[in-house]
């Protein structure tokens, strides 16, 4: 069932009489099986629950910008050892990411990897015995499940206020691809349509529980439609990032300058590879491609100005700096695989350094 | 179980135990009420007693819900009625458009007419009267302080002012956050302390009512983060506290424009996430009670102070003027003291500050000051569409207004003032002891004592010595006996409050309602101006005895405080056998009152 379908029988719903009981019968299919589950927890007050949840939660503030860019978002521990995941965003193009917990400490964080297909992204602080959510327990959810989003929309908390937790129902578990031109998103896998209005500004990156405060997904970024303008408010399902969160735990999706890896004599360069970055000039400035000439193996490759350098191999690219550090590591002969974000589709091309050699 | 699980959820037991209809019964209640009979006749006892509890809160509160429209329907908001007799909660930026007539749409499908009674606009909140009835449905107002995030709530009101036959809409949803402090939205409509719930509201529930799943009012809804999406629900909206508005209601009943408080200090939160003190007021009481730059403050009228953010949102919830107790610690040194709370406005200013207040302002949240970018701030109210011209103003209405400078609605501060003063003097009045009052009896140390006071002069008389003043002149140079900030004048005031009643006295005033350290209650308090000095006095709100007075002889000193305790009747009147006084924060003397004299009034001068 697709979003727009779900959303037009609740729409008949309260048109006509006959069209209620059909649609009740509809409704029931997807929501009777989970409801006798869902019982379990109704009897309990949510206050137990958001109180053990809330301290797995993280603030997050790192880069910021003009035109309503804000400079924070959610994230939540997956690790006692202080790993957590996040999105991957614009607010993480910089240094100086810092992480906020629960109880009000204060953490610099580094990114330790990100897997951009995913909107993905692990970051680590240097704490230690800290509440968290188990990756491993992560749970799929279904239509008509009950669940609490935690976030930190809007940045309402600071310090060691706690994230704030809204409630809502699974309205549909769908694919955001089948909206493509729709929502303008790199990610392309199933997602959970929430009833409640958790897609805000800082949200992204929070968590989202049963009633039970079993992790389900993770609050996505802020999408709008193209077509209608209406916000979607979702999530993106554990299963679909768990093994993501955990290649990175195991160090692949790292940023390349991470890794000490012995240089080549000749390395691969910008001018060979016929492509020209806008210029560098923030301590992280996205590695967005200026201008590629047309008879060049990036040209022939198909690279275009504007497409933004996400991976090198799998090496995470993102600065400007990254990238010719991560080409630096490269003999200038050897072929070169990397993935560009354009128009928030992920592109993935072959560069032939060795034909342009040639010519 | 507590009632509120039952109130949006199917019971546990009973759902898990029946057949298919029950949990479909309890997740969709509304498609339950469209099925028919003969299914609905399976449903578990339980689960339809859970939605018969949750229709019979809802529609309580609906009824006590008011649809507020500004005169000539410019705009309008919500509010909700809190007593039998009327007083309603709403905004001030709700009111502030209406002015000081409105009318009230309630969920009778009456519409009233209404009066404002006070405004607090730096808390944005606005006290107004709906007339016409003694009977008025009212909500019950709640302990806020034990709201739990993960509570289900219900806002009611007006959103898109769609009630056009004044039946309210209900939004409900759970509280997503507790003591949230939501910066000033311009130069003023400051929210702090406040409740975060993802109920929808959207512009027109300003005003409006927050309940708690037991139908009981937990704060007036009034703000939403509304940002880059425009104007409606985005599932975060904000509640002032019903707490806060507890501490203001008395004060709100006085008709006047009330303000909010200031420590006299400014704080910082250090590396070690302690609250550390970065400046005091020297004219401050904080100052005067020892607080120093470095000190580190630790609790605030009993609530442990952690960050700078958590001392403004618990500094934002008090009065001007209240005394708190402040805790705080210099080295290894600990200090526990009651400060009396400045204002946050000079005199004058907040009138100042309202009187330009943007009224009808269009769709754009108010930009605030300082720099802070333009988040979290907009107010859901209705805008204004059309002006039409100005009504006269309705005859109830002009029955419940006295315009007076300085006032909102001077009516209210009037009758409020004579409330007090009739409660003081139900058993007796003392208008025939014109002449000097003489007290004797025995003070802490077991010494006779003396007191005299007339209009003319005042003295007190220790076997170790005696002391007279003269009552003409500047007051303020006679605060004698040295130490105690100016005992004899304070009781001559006393009793010239007490002989002349609040009407002759000179300028008093109701100030609204105070704590009062050892009482649960707050007390009501009368201010008066007498010459240069400035007294108030505290009644308890049962008894209706004068419990403490305080002489202020100047802004910025400590007052001489009196404490009347153990009242008994003395010819028919009603006067105490103990009298304690207090100057800064230490106990003088107490006088325990053997006898009352009073002299026969003074010969008219021809």
């Known amino acids: 069932m697709s979003f727009c379908s779900h959303r037009f029988s609740i729409r008949r719903l309260a048109v006509s009489p006959a069209a209620r009981l059909g649609a009740c019968a509809l409704l029931s299919v997807s929501l009777l099986c989970v409801a006798l589950e869902e019982s379990l927890s109704a009897a309990d007050s949510f206050a137990a629950v958001i109180a053990e949840t809330q301290p797995k939660m993280v603030k997050i503030y790192g880069a910021g910008g003009p035109r309503g860019l804000e400079s924070y978002q959610s994230g939540f521990l997956i690790s006692d050892q202080g790993h957590i995941v996040t999105v991957w965003s614009y607010v993480l193009d910089t240094d100086y990411i810092t992480a906020t917990l629960d109880d009000g400490r204060k953490f610099e964080a580094k990114l330790l990897g990100a897997d951009p297909r995913l909107d993905l992204a692990v970051l680590k602080v240097e704490a230690r015995e800290l509440p968290h959510f188990e990756l491993a327990a992560g749970v799929p959810g279904e239509a008509g499940n009950r669940v609490l989003a935690f976030s930190n929309l809007f940045g309402v908390a600071t310090g060691d206020e706690p994230a704030s937790v809204q409630h809502g129902i699974i309205a549909v578990k769908t694919r955001l691809d089948a909206r493509r031109g729709t929502f303008e998103t790199p990610y392309h896998g199933s997602v959970y349509v929430l009833d409640a209005m958790t897609n805000n500004p800082g949200a992204a990156g929070g968590a989202l529980t049963n009633l039970h405060g079993e992790l389900l997904a993770m609050l996505g970024k802020e999408l709008r439609s193209a077509q209608n303008n209406i916000w979607l408010n979702y999530s993106l399902p554990i299963e679909e990032l768990r093994s993501s969160i955990e290649q990175i735990l195991q160090g692949k999706f790292r940023p390349g300058e991470d890794k000490t890896t012995t240089k080549p004599v000749d390395a691969i360069d910008l001018a060979q590879l016929g492509l020209v970055l806008v210029p560098d000039v923030l301590d992280r400035t996205p590695p967005y491609v200026d201008l590629v000439r047309a008879d060049s193996p990036a040209g022939l490759a198909g690279v275009k100005s504007d497409d933004l350098v996400v991976f090198v191999g799998d090496n995470l690219v993102h600065s400007c700096k990254g990238f010719r550090e991560e080409l630096s590591r490269i003999e200038r002969d050897s072929k070169l695989r990397i993935v560009l974000m354009r128009d928030q589709e992920l592109v993935e091309v072959e560069i032939q350094p060795v034909a342009e050699q040639k010519k | ?606």
């Open chain 2, 1 to 606: 179980m507590r009632f509120l699980d039952h109130l949006f959820l199917p019971a546990t037991r009973g759902a898990r135990r029946t057949t298919t209809c029950a949990p479909l019964c309890g997740l969709a209640l509304a498609i339950v009420c469209s099925l028919p009979a003969t299914l609905c006749a399976a449903v578990d006892a339980d689960v339809l007693q859970a939605e018969a509890a949750r229709v019979a809160v809802v529609d309580a509160a609906c009824r006590s819900t008011v649809a507020i429209f500004a005169k000539g329907g410019q705009g309008g908001g919500s509010g909700v009625v809190i007593s039998a007799d009327g007083y309603a909660l709403s905004n001030f930026h709700v009111t502030h458009e209406a002015g000081t007539a409105m009318k009230c749409g309630m969920a009778d499908g009456k519409l009233y007419d209404a009066v404002i009674v006070g405004l607090d606009p730096t808390g944005d909140v606005a006290l107004i009267k709906l007339l016409g009835r003694d009977d008025f449905p009212h909500a019950e107002m709640a302990d806020s302080d034990k709201v739990q995030v993960g509570d289900w709530c219900f806002a009611i009101g007006n959103p898109f002012l769609l009630a056009t036959d004044f039946h309210p809409t209900v939004s409900y949803g759970v509280i997503s956050g507790v003591h949230r402090y939501q910066y000033p939205a311009g130069s003023i409509l400051e929210y702090s302390d406040c409740l975060q719930a993802d109920a929808a509201i959207n512009p027109g529930n300003s005003g409006g009512p927050m309940f708690d799943a037991a139908g009981q009012l937990i704060g007036i809804n009034g703000r939403g983060s509304f940002e880059k999406r425009g104007r409606v629900n985005v599932g975060v909206g904000y509640a002032i506290s019903i707490n806060q508005i507890k501490n203001f209601l008395g004060h709100l009943k006085s008709g006047r424009l009330v303000d909010h408080a200031t420590l006299g200090a400014s704080v910082r939160s250090d590396e070690n996430r302690r609250v550390i003190v970065d400046d005091v007021l020297e004219e401050s009481d904080a100052f005067r009670r020892g607080l120093r730059y470095g000190d580190e403050l630790v609790s605030f009228a009993g609530r442990p102070v952690n960050t700078a953010n958590g001392f403004k949102n618990v500094l934002g919830i008090y009065p001007k003027g209240w005394r708190v107790a402040v805790s705080y610690r210099r080295k290894t040194e600990a200090f526990d003291v009651p400060v009396r709370l400045r204002g946050v406005h000079r005199d004058g200013e907040l009138a100042q500050l309202v009187q330009s207040a943007p009224q009808g302002e269009g769709d754009e949240p108010p930009k605030p000051k300082g720099g802070e970018p333009p988040k979290r701030g907009s107010k859901p109210k209705m805008k204004a569409h059309a002006h039409a011209k100005p009504e006269p103003m309705p005859e109830i209405v002009k029955q419940h207004f006295v315009d007076k400078p300085g006032y909102v609605n001077y009516y209210f501060n009037e009758l409020n003032r004579d409330r007090v003063w009739k409660a003081l003097v139900a058993r007796g009045d003392y208008s025939a002891w014109q002449g000097a009052w003489t007290l004797t009896g025995q003070n802490s140390t077991a010494e006779e004592f003396k007191l005299e006071f007339s209009d003319k002069q005042a003295s007190i008389k220790l076997p170790s010595g005696e002391l007279a003043i003269e009552l003409g002149g500047e007051l303020a140079n006679h605060l004698e006996p040295p130490g105690s900030g100016g005992l004899l004048v304070a009781l001559a005031i006393w009793r010239r409050l007490l002989v002349q009643g609040p009407a002759n006295f000179g300028d008093v005033y109701y100030l609204g309602t105070a704590p009062l350290e050892g009482r649960e209650k707050l007390v009501d308090v009368l201010v008066g101006g007498h010459g240069d000095v400035e007294c108030n006095f505290q009644f308890d709100p049962d008894s209706g005895h004068l419990v403490a007075m305080e002489l202020i002889p100047e802004e910025d000193t400590d007052p001489c405080e009196l404490y009347f305790s153990e009242y008994r009747e003395v010819e028919g009147r009603m006067l105490p056998g103990r009298i304690e006084v207090h100057h800064g924060d230490e106990f003088k003397e107490v006088f325990q009152c053997k006898q009352y004299t009073f002299a026969a009034p003074p010969e008219k001068q021809p």
